[in-house]
């Protein structure tokens, strides 16, 4: 009796060794096969569909030996500029190939976490496994989860993306990531041709130069110029280009009809800011004309009518401005006239 309990125990060992065995090199299988498909990838993400996830998270049993970090992805959503999909994708792809390179010399650490891309077309019922209904959405599968248990990294983290991803990472896998390599603007063979284009054109452009005959010694460049820097200041698109104002938008009671103008302080579009600048614009030039070209006319009566006709019309467009300002603000704005004449 005894001699058969010490055989079913050596049986049962013999079986565990194997089991164990057997698992190991099935866990070294897919360790290899996702390493083979990140070498493929040029950032080191891996492109996953529905059939990707059965394979390396269903179909492993837990613990697994690494972690998939997930970037959800809409190809039809791309146009959509308030979720800056496309540049979040690009971000995440400089974070996935910079821990590559700072863990070149580690082998183990890169083994440990895979970075992942998903699309929904391609995968909706992985979508839908995740739970995931709004984008951007990131997601990390850590060796004892699945789809339910998995964390996601919250939406305020994106302000400050990459930066909050590298944090993300590296709380939830212990593991370095290192700092983000950002690629040059310029390459090496860029660089040298540019430095030698500016070398063979030197000699040339420095004849130019003492001859005068340059576009900075043009006075009509400079007054292009002036004009200009004089429009892009009066017609506030330094305000659209850092709020990323529209031009105009569709109007919420019947959206065929486009709104150019918005009627409240808190917002200024773009069109009204090219409008204001416009007429502001038309002002200054009738008074440059005004000082220093009617001035050399000899003829009195051509001097009269030109300075009647630009005095009416600077009139007619400061009257616009402030039309459209009491209008947008709701504040009236009108000129010291004497108590009488009001």
């Known amino acids: 009796m005894a001699f058969s309990q010490k055989l079913s125990l050596l049986f049962l060992l013999i079986a565990l060794s194997s089991f164990s065995s057997t698992t190991s090199d099935s866990n070294d299988d897919v360790v290899a096969e996702l390493l083979s498909l990140q070498s493929r990838s040029k950032s080191g993400v891996i492109h996953f569909n529905d059939q990707s996830l059965s394979r390396f998270i269903s179909s492993v049993k837990t613990p697994r030996p690494y972690s998939l970090l997930f970037f959800f992805d809409a190809v039809h959503l791309h146009d959509k500029s308030e979720l800056h999909l496309l540049e979040l994708l690009k971000e995440f792809n400089l974070v996935s190939s910079s821990f590559i390179a700072n863990n070149i010399d580690n082998p183990d650490a890169i083994s440990k976490i895979f970075f992942c891309h998903i699309e929904f077309k391609e995968s909706q019922f992985s979508f839908s496994q995740f739970g995931v209904n709004t984008l951007p959405h990131i997601r990390i599968v850590g060796p004892n989860q699945g789809f339910k248990d998995s964390e996601v990294m919250e939406q305020g983290d994106f302000s400050r993306f990459p930066e909050s991803l590298v944090e993300f990472i590296e709380s939830k896998t212990k593991l370095s990531v290192g700092p983000v390599v950002r690629p040059p603007f310029l390459s090496r063979n860029q660089i040298i041709l540019i430095v030698l284009g500016i070398l063979a054109w030197i000699p040339f452009y420095a004849k130019r130069v003492i001859a005068g ?83 050399k006319l000899n003829n009195v009566a051509v001097q009269r009518v030109a300075m009647i006709f630009a005095l009416l019309v600077s009139f007619l467009a400061v009257k616009q401005v402030v039309f459209l300002d009491n209008w947008k603000t709701g504040y009236g704005i009108h000129g010291f006239w004497p108590s009488g004449w009001n």
């Open 213 to 295: 005959r340059t576009l900075f010694h043009d006075p009509k460049v400079w007054l292009a110029g002036s004009v200009f820097v004089y429009f892009f200041s009066v017609s506030g698109s330094m305000h659209n280009i850092i709020r990323k104002m529209p031009m105009f938008l569709a109007d919420r009671n019947d959206p065929s009809k486009i709104v150019f103008f918005y009627q409240g302080s808190g917002m200024q579009l773009g069109a009204e800011g090219f409008t204001i600048g416009f007429l502001y614009t038309v002002v200054g030039l009738l008074l440059a004309f005004l000082t220093q070209g009617l001035v």
